[in-house]
């Protein structure tokens, strides 16, 4: 997502700076208003399973919506047209899958005192080798994921100032800033951030379609232009078209909901009561952000016609330059907007470095290594290894290596791998652990190798046909040979809530 | 003593209200050339799109609210204590060595 800015330089800068004392600002706030508790698991990743409506809803707003939705889904309907309105639905999919596990998750999650989604899937199966497995792949899926976004972030800084911040520098400068607020705050500063970060994004994508209205043209000139150059993007899709609509719906619906950073967030709601508030929220949500950046990629077509792909890539910060030119408030908002971006990434990056941090500290170190630990030390184990990942991905992302590229592009794929142990596990007592863990790796090994090749059996993603093959292993390995009589029983236990 | 639950996922009418509008947010039930009606500027088949998908949000709201009851907060309150009293939690954490 390189956009360049003309228009912006020193002032860009000056919201930048402005941008990360205020995180530092809540970070501090965050530590000092919580000193008096002591440092606890809990505490530090679930915010003390405290967090109220407005901080919870915004915290899932903000990890599911990131910069990447305002800067690249205009140019995507900008060449898809009409057919790319699936954006829409997709995000409400998400909430609809959450209905299908949050509920006995987040029962599960207070009675047992979950952290992690690994957390979980140890009660469940009380197995090593699952819940080593989930930790790698959730790992992995995270750590590919924080890059993706470092490498925004540095794109996103040096394209907003029009290049006066290379892009080493903004990468360095913001993930010391995240860094800092984590540790001060844990997720009470990740998610008070994510308030703020949510906020400004919503002003900024609601203000670039007013003046994308008002200066380039509504929707029915954009209809006229492609009703006489190329039809296809207002018809609805057909065939290969057809399969991808439906691919993307249970993909993105699936894969956002069990993202682990979105599976933690239902630990850490205040109450039941909460959560639901929530979720009712987020469930119109899309129309607000993704329909409104729809739009705005709508009407780029009329407004900037016959950019090839890449340069459509650019359509924001064109339009974006357009409407800084026509006056004082225009070029502010738009100063506002990619600062919002950048925002977004920023706190999209923050909750997935502290997921990460908790599968280490909870899963991994407080578990198998040292069982013994205090939670300081575990919590502050999960610290310094996650400052270790940091270090080790902002090497990679400072020149992001061209031929070992692929192997840091596997996220989604890998990640909704977990589904099956995670939501076949909360209802069906005879899931054999073994079937589960033979289920995870080959649907992982399989959705990577389809990556790697390029292949997309019927135009359907690779992700899915792992997560078919998956999910395949499990239930016909299950019902080959189902767990035994104890097994059984503790599972009856656990979902049955009898402990 | 087994909680009282109510469970989305337990509900055929949450899972025959989902199939119909999931079936209804893929637009298969158009004709290809259904980009030439249009209202306002947006195609009708668009329009009908964003109609099905408000009823989903619609319909998850409903869900949420009348299908989705746990006793987790007649157990735990709205959370406010367990913010600082650590030990209902270590509790919790001991009972799953059973």
Redesign the interface.
Known sequence: MEVELAFSGWSGIFVLVLYGVLMLGVGVFAFLRNRGMRESLDEYYLGGRGLGVMVLFFTFFATQYSGNTVIGYPPTAYRMGYQYLVSVPFFIMIIMVYLFFAPRLYALGRRFSLLTPVDWIELRFRSKSVSILAAILMLYGLANYLLEQFVAIGQGVSGLTGGTIPYQVGVIFFIVIMVAYSWLGGMRSVAYTDTIQGLALLFGVFTLLIGSLYYFGGLPSAAEYMQANSPEKLNPPDGAGLTRWFSLLVLVGIGAAIYPHAVQRIFSAKSEATLKRSFIRMAYMPFLTAGVVFMVGIIGIAAFPGLSTADSEQLVGMMANALANQNAFFYWAMVLLFGGVIAAIVSTADSVLLTFSSIISNDLYGRYIKPDASEYQKVLAGKLVGLVAVVILIVIAWYPPATLYQIFVLKFEVLIQVAPALILGLYWTRLNARAVFIGMLAGAVMAGVFTFMGYRPLGVYSGLWGLLLNTSICVAGTWLAGADATSREHARKVIGFEY | M??R?S???RKRR?WLG?IVL?VL????Y?A?????T?L????L??LM??G???A??IF??W???TQ??????E??????E???D?NK??G??R??E?
């Open positions: 087994k909680p639950m469970e989305p996922v949450v989902f999931f947010i893929n637009p298969w158009f290809s050339d259904a980009g030439s249009r306002m500027g947006i195609p088949w668009a799109i964003l099905a998908s408000l989903l949000s998850i709201t869900t949420i609210n989705w009851r746990t006793d987790s907060d157990l735990y309150g709205d959370g406010k367990i913010g600082g650590n939690s270590d919790a954490r009972d799953r059973v």
